[in-house]
């Protein structure tokens, strides 16, 4: 069964998507995710340019072999724009292979280890009351666990705080529609005495037990991830996420030396190499990457395989800029898994699901990716064409108080 055609689709329903088409000579078509936020046009490009004219007349069915060739074939290994576009060829393959079976892709990984997968919402307010009325919203939605964040007196508009007051807002999507990123204000020292007495106050309110997850979005040096992680320690967090700047992985060793508060890292990393020192070195609880970002369900398996002789288990990135493609594509294989942790999800919007449409689920607080054969998205092309894409960036936090530049 041959590839007979690869198109690029790029589409701005509420927010940008950039999805690959994959359809093979007796009409079986597979999607997948290329979306990467803020750099969508270059992924489409490397793929349209680049991947597209190579995939035509080769076999959809042998999916490693693809992916070695685009990975090793590139020359240049890894970094998110290939990862990515690696990743949306991939995704296509499995969801081609799954409809070919006629089961759902989760079968084909080896079947599910679990009912449904424990999903995590994003909660926040500017201040302690409105986060109150978040989380409030978000356990009348069902969900069983919650990331937490808030704005800082001292400060404005923060990246990771949903804007207040807007019933429009795409729930937590930090891009915005402009033609260069934003920059805002930040300061960790007022953070760092802030965070503490939020988690203080929502566990006074809501008890022991709801699992409570805080991103520290790569804003703290190694030693104020440590000061941070043991201040947390009385409020038993499911994780700190991104306490520090991924790319020093060295940083990790310190921070495990001051804190046992779990730690999440990975949005930012592309493959299995990336995670070398964290992993083997067991400095991380949870890793975070994408099934989009990390070269679709054969790279992340690799990861989360590697991951698994160290106990350590996923907690697969899903915010709204992996499309519901990728999001589906992350369920089957949460789903299969054995060292599943949790899995992030942000219902996206109307606009987003009339263009995608979706078999997954989410009831009772856990997700699951239903049964149509394949990864279960349908997408209405026609639909699409409506909704331009438009540049859009994620806001750049690095203005100090005193107007100086706050370097992180
Ligand atoms: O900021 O997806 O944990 N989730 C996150 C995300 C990221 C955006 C970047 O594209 O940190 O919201
Ligand atoms: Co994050």
Redesign the pocket.
Known sequence: MKITSADVLITGPGRNFVSLRVETGDGVVGWGDATL?GRELAVASYLRDHVCPTLIGRGAGPIEDTWQYLYRGAYWRGGPVTMAAIAAVDVALWDIKAKCAGMPLYELLGGQSRRGLLAYGHASGSDVPQLFDSIDEHLDAGYRAIRIQTGIPELGQIY?VADSGSEQRYD?E??RAASRPSEELWDTRAYLRHVPTVFEAVRAKYGPELPLLH?G?HRMTPIQAAQLGKRLEPYDLFWL??CTPAENQDALRLVRRHTTTPLAIG?VFNTVWDYRTLISEQLIDYVRSAVTHTGGISGMRKLLDFAALYQIKSGM?G?T?VSPIGMAAALHLGLAIHNFGIQ?YMRHSTETLTVFQTSYRFEDGLLHPGDRPGIGVDVDVGAAAAFPYRAAY?PVSRLALDGTIHDW
């Open positions: 936020n990771g937590y930090p891009a991103d979005h996420e991104d949005e990135h915010p800029d992030e994620l």
